[in-house]
């Protein structure tokens, strides 16, 4: 039943947040594949202002920024794709997230790049269309692959798409929404991409933070370290 599939899901979903060394991400596969199946048995899946899909959507986005092996990602792009059950407007976005994830169908573990890069063009393509539910699972997206110190047009396209969601914010009026977003999940994530051991990742992520600092002027914590970036200068 609904109720069951519910209380089931809502059991499993702490575990996701779990660390690795905690619960496995063979583990977190597992339970991304039950998700799949589970969600569309839910009532309140397809209320899409249930606190139930609500919570569920934010919860799955915020995983493209920490699971890293393929099986994990894998699972989690195809639980993400549910979503398009209960919100059709989400197809494209969800498209797109499936190509910025592509692994190689020949060889294990080795990203698509042809399929990863047209993901990010189709972005660099559509953004303007996009609101911010479409914005939230791809910012986490962009700051896991911010952090890909290997790949150059990966970690490039990444911090690309990053500042388009920053013309988003500045676009038409200003929206406390919109602001909030930036504030408690982008802003907080370069922090932390900061500490990266890597000098490419940490210039990459510190070229978003200023072009942030640059564009919104209308924050205050912006608007103070663009005082002291003028200090600098």
């Known amino acids: 039943t609904s109720e069951q599939a519910q209380q089931i899901i809502e059991m499993l979903l702490p575990l996701l947040r779990r660390p690795g060394k905690q619960v496995p991400e063979r583990v977190k596969a597992d ?15 397809t209320d899409l202002e249930s606190t139930f899909h609500r919570g569920i959507y934010n919860s799955l986005a915020s995983l493209f920024r920490s699971l890293y092996t393929r099986a994990a990602r894998d699972s989690l792009v195809k639980a993400f794709q549910t979503f398009t059950l209960a919100n059709p407007a989400l197809s494209s976005i969800i498209n797109v997230i499936g190509e910025i994830n592509a692994f190689s169908v020949k060889r294990i573990d080795e990203p698509d790049f042809d399929r990863r890069l047209t993901g990010y063009a189709r972005i660099n393509d559509a953004h303007t269309t996009y609101g911010l539910s479409h914005w939230i699972p791809l910012l986490h997206n962009f700051l896991f692959y911010i952090q890909d110190a290997e790949e150059l047009t990966i970690r490039s396209n990444a911090s690309t798409c990053l500042k388009l969601f920053i013309d988003f914010v500045i676009r038409g009026e200003t929206s406390e929404e919109k602001d909030n977003v930036l504030l408690n999940l982008l802003y ?28 919104c002027t209308h924050l205050e914590v ?9 200090e600098d200068e």
């Open 31 to 45: 339970i991304l594949t039950t998700l799949h199946a589970l969600l569309p048995s839910v009532n309140d899946f």
């Open 188 to 215: 907080p994530g370069l922090r932390n991409v900061l500490n990266n051991k890597s000098e490419l990742v940490r210039a990459e992520a510190l070229g978003v933070l200023a072009y942030a600092v640059s564009q």
């Open 222 to 230: 912006f608007a103070e370290m663009q005082t002291l970036m003028a």
